[in-house]
């Protein structure tokens, strides 16, 4: 599987521009992992274990309105399945032996096939688990060619006797929803080959974008009396020195973004008029394409998903900026729409990383969810799923999110379930996006980094900016002093200001915090807390700086990602 030097980019809550390079290598001729056991035990349903933390913290008593009907359909669930300890230990080796230069395996890609054959279940264990489910009436849609995941599909009633949990009716704030009304128990033969099924409702990951009012000024009068500063590509390019790549011919030609999403954009349109109103048009090579990958076999799960609010709005600016940090890459927006019971994004994933050719080299999420609300067959079913793009080759970046540290509770007026990191973003094989702002408005001296006039595409800035943390509430340390109040926190703070306070009380910030219920069940609803355990920190995290806290940590980069309280969006 060969891999070109890749000029990759996205704009998940976050802007990043990276430079990767990959060498092309025959994966012929590795040791492989320990010997597998095979399951053993003849599956007894009267003994069973409950696959804890699989239930949502909605699914309580006063949003219940009721069981579904028995026929009610449930399309494309994911069985996610789990390797033993020896096997699990072999696959970190091997990943770690990719990354390590002078390491045989440096840089030795292997395929979809190559993982399963390596690393997944073997076929009698694969057979057990798919024979159940055929037992209880599911039909089996496919299974990856990772061995790691099973596609199937059935009804309520199925779920409930396989599973032995009720999917009821809920109404959360309005919307109306579905869910298990407690964890799924499997059979005790299963359990060491099954991690969970990845969901059994229709709450959906929330993208992880931040907007205040759209303007159509590129330069305009802002909150603190001084100008607001629109950042637009020509100012990405003068920030963060990307000019002298442009112009000597490294400008992402030749090589392919997938954004994974849920939906289509409103126009593709849209994407050609920011690059010619923003003075992208000249880098002919660049493209834009939406697709609906299809699983390598079995029934279809990708469903076209058409456009819809407020994700379209994501998807279209992570086309935008990808692009414009890489104009003359090709975009490819890779989407799939949500089932009852599943992300589109993940269903788009999997089947790109499980195809017959070779996947991408770089792929970028822009959504997410806290660990705690995740829930652990969700977790496990992300880190699986980048730990085979690794293997693969593939470059994994996710925005850390755009609430701070209270990564379960997003854009809201106040945090009451503590620190969360954001699920997708957490695991030790992906790449997590945070987000800045830039300083030059708390210190003063805009006229040092930006013109008062703007060029013929809209740029305005003369220089890289010192950045800040982005931040928006009221608690921040920055908008505190510089506003005169002396705490951050109490009756004389920022948040309790009768008119500044009520307009900054919010979460919206730039995300990161650390891994802290990748596993185990938290014993209040959407708080760290009883059993959880975060996600171990990778050897690549101990580093100076990086906390001793013996968990992966995010983010991994940040770059300005605001929305315009220090006047630049």
């Not at 040791?31 to 009267?46: F, L, N, Y």
């Not at 880098?283 to 076999?297: D, E, L, M, N, R």
């Not at 950045?467 to 608690?475: K, L, M, Q, R, Y």
């Not at 009768?498 to 959407?526: E, I, K, R």
């Amino acid at each position: 599987m060969s891999r070109k030097p890749e000029f990759g980019s996205f704009f998940p809550a976050a802007l990043a521009f990276l430079l990767l390079a990959a060498v092309p290598a025959n994966a012929q001729g590795q040791s492989g992992p320990p010997s597998r056991v095979p399951i053993t035990q003849k599956v007894d349903e009267e003994k069973r274990v409950a696959l804890k933390g699989n239930t949502r913290p909605e699914a309580r008593a006063e949003n219940d309105r009721g069981a579904v009907a028995d026929d009610f359909t449930m399309e494309h669930m994911l069985l996610q399945l789990q390797r033993p300890p020896e096997i699990e230990k072999a696959l970190q080796q091997f990943i770690d032996e990719l990354h390590t230069p002078g390491s045989p395996n440096f840089h030795r890609w292997i395929n979809a096939q190559e993982f399963g054959a390596r690393f997944g279940p073997t076929k009698p264990d694969l057979d057990a688990v798919t024979g159940w489910l055929a037992s209880h009436g599911f039909r089996v849609n496919v299974v990856y060619p990772s061995g790691m995941v099973i596609d199937f599909s059935g009804t309520a009633s199925q779920v409930r006797k396989a599973f032995e949990s009720e999917i009821h009716n809920f109404e959360v704030k309005g919307e109306k929803h579905v869910a298990n009304v407690s964890d799924p128990r499997i059979p005790s033969a299963l359990a060491s080959v099954v991690s969970g099924v990845v969901s059994l409702h229709d709450f959906k990951p929330h993208s992880l974008h931040h907007m205040r009012r759209p303007r159509t000024e590129f330069t305009f009068p802002d909150s603190f009396g001084g100008t607001s500063f629109a950042i637009v590509p020509a100012d990405l390019a003068t920030i963060y020195n990307l000019n002298p790549l442009f112009n000597s011919g490294y400008s992402g030609q030749g090589q392919t973004i997938v954004l994974i999403e849920d939906t289509d954009v409103f126009s593709a349109s849209d994407w050609s008029t920011f690059r010619s109103t923003l003075g992208l048009s000249g880098y002919t090579s660049a493209s834009f394409t939406q697709v609906h990958p299809a699983p390598p076999s079995g029934a279809n799960n990708c469903g076209a998903p058409g456009a819809f609010a407020p994700n379209d709005a994501e998807a279209v600016l992570d086309a935008e900026w990808a692009s414009a940090a890489a104009p003359s890459a090709a975009i490819v927006m890779a989407a799939c729409a949500d089932t009852a019971t599943t992300f589109g994004g993940l269903i788009a994933m999997q089947n790109l990383i499980n195809a017959s050719t070779a996947p991408p080299a770089i792929m970028s999420i822009s959504y997410g969810q806290c660990e705690t609300v995740n829930g652990a067959a969700a977790n496990a079913s992300y880190n699986s799923a980048y730990q085979q793009a690794v293997a693969e080759g593939v470059s994994v970046f996710v925005a850390a999110g755009d609430s701070g540290g209270a990564g379960c509770d997003n854009s809201v007026a106040q945090a009451t379930h503590g620190i969360g990191a954001n699920a997708f973003a957490s695991t030790p094989y992906n790449v997590a996006v945070g987000g800045t702002d830039f300083s030059d408005t708390y210190s003063n001296t805009n006229s040092t980094y930006w013109n008062s006039t703007n060029t013929s595409t809209f740029g305005s800035a003369i220089s890289y900016i010192p950045e800040i943390p982005w931040n928006d509430s009221c608690a921040g340390a920055l908008i505190s002093q510089y506003l005169g109040y002396p705490t951050t926190y109490g009756p004389s703070s920022l948040c309790n200001d009768p008119f500044f306070g009520s307009l900054l009380q919010t979460t919206v910030a730039g995300g990161g915090a650390p891994s802290a219920c990748a596993t185990g069940t938290p014993s209040t609803d959407g708080v760290v807390g009883g059993t959880c355990q975060g996600w171990a920190k990778p050897s690549w995290q101990a580093v100076l700086g990086n906390p001793n806290d013996g968990v992966r940590d995010t983010p991994d980069v940040s770059l300005f990602a605001a929305d315009g309280l220090w006047s630049h969006y």
